[in-house]
């Protein structure tokens, strides 16, 4: 990470590295971005840059819990268990997940990875009983774990190719003017791109994201040593695609991404199409890939809804537009991607 006061723009370090040593790559710019962005400040919310579901309705939180609690209980209800979640925002999915899940006797030992001090400070106001964690190293090493992570994978920095008349580069960045742009490296990195994917015409992008695919090999390591299931819902795609889908939000609008770096949240789409395999490749079983909204409803979130409207009328509107946005195909639905996955021995999981 680049060293520097917190109160010099990124962006000014960034000219000075680039001077100095030449074009840094897109991941490197992605990579220092979001961790100048995420340190030192809680982005969540109507008042931060963007709104994830489980600040929308408690019916995403809950559900989860129940899936977790449904395929525990019939995987045996061992214990120890731990509930271990990636990237858990305010705490407000946790909390939720773990109050329906109590409901049928799942009370386990809760682990946050988590690297915002900022959030870290609102998590423990919510859950103070947590332990807290850098990366999954430190997350027990017995008993099984049931893992979430919601829009966790799409903020890890990606890798881009790109494919010139002498073949395939780095996209690389350098200052242009005010702001930054991405360029084809000097590099040959033909060697990098998949064989059949190699005689795509010029100017084809192939986005990567070596942070996800480590992720998701240790998780898989994890289910298979210990037992488990895990989930990853995040916006993304479930065939191979090409393109570059990085983008910037801040204050619920999307910006430029190469202005201001380290002041807006940069994403990209998952690639779930490629992760699976990753998985699969360990010996762990891939439970599926369903979009969100097909995935709620399996799980009943229509029946939740009413049930919530009926005992609270008063809100019955909000509700069902909250239900809405989150399973309705010009909204969340389609866009978002809902992978689980499971220990060899556990059993197949509910909405796949």
């Not at 990636?86 to 006797?105: H, S, V």
């Not at 332990?131 to 090493?141: A, I, Y």
């Amino acid at each position: 990470m680049i060293d520097g006061a917190d109160s010099e723009p990124l962006a000014a370090i960034f000219r000075r590295l680039i001077a100095n040593t030449g074009p840094i790559s897109l991941m490197h710019y992605m990579g220092e971005s979001n961790a100048r962005y995420y340190a030192a400040r809680d982005p969540l919310g109507s008042d931060g840059d963007f709104v994830t579901a489980p600040e929308i309705s408690q019916m995403f939180g809950e559900l989860i819990g129940l899936w977790l609690a449904d395929i525990w209980i019939r995987a045996g209800r061992e214990e120890p268990v731990h509930y271990v979640e990636l990237g858990p925002g305010r705490g407000t999915l946790a909390m939720d997940a773990l109050r329906a899940a109590k409901r049928y006797g799942l009370e386990p030992s809760v682990h946050f990875v988590e690297a915002s001090t900022a959030l870290k400070d609102v998590q423990l106001a919510a859950l103070p009983q947590a332990h807290w964690h850098h990366d999954l190293s430190t997350v027990p090493l017995y008993g099984p774990v049931l893992i979430v992570a919601n829009e966790f994978l799409d903020a890890l920095p990606v890798r881009q190719l790109v494919k010139t008349p002498d073949g395939w580069r780095e996209r690389m960045v350098i200052p242009e003017g005010e702001r930054f742009a991405c360029i084809a490296g000097s590099q040959p990195m033909d060697a990098a791109v998949p064989e059949v994917r190699r005689a795509a015409p010029d100017g084809t992008i192939i986005e990567t994201c070596p942070g996800a695919a480590a992720t998701i090999y240790e998780v898989a390591g994890r289910l298979i040593e210990q037992g488990g299931a895990a989930l990853f819902i995040d916006y993304g795609h479930g065939e191979v695609r090409d393109g570059s889908t990085l983008q910037a939000v801040r204050r619920h609008l999307k910006v430029d991404p190469f202005a201001n770096p380290g002041e807006a949240d940069l994403t990209a789409h998952v690639d779930f199409a490629t992760l699976a395999p990753i998985a699969q490749s360990r010996g762990c079983k891939w439970l599926g890939t369903a979009t969100q909204g097909r995935w709620l409803r399996e799980l009943g979130i229509e029946a939740r809804a009413d049930a919530l409207a009926t005992v609270a009328p008063q809100h019955a509107a909000a509700i069902h537009a909250a239900k809405d946005r989150l399973i309705g195909e010009g909204q969340m639905g389609l866009l978002f991607k809902v992978m689980g996955l499971a220990a060899p021995t556990w059993p197949d999981g509910v909405g796949f």
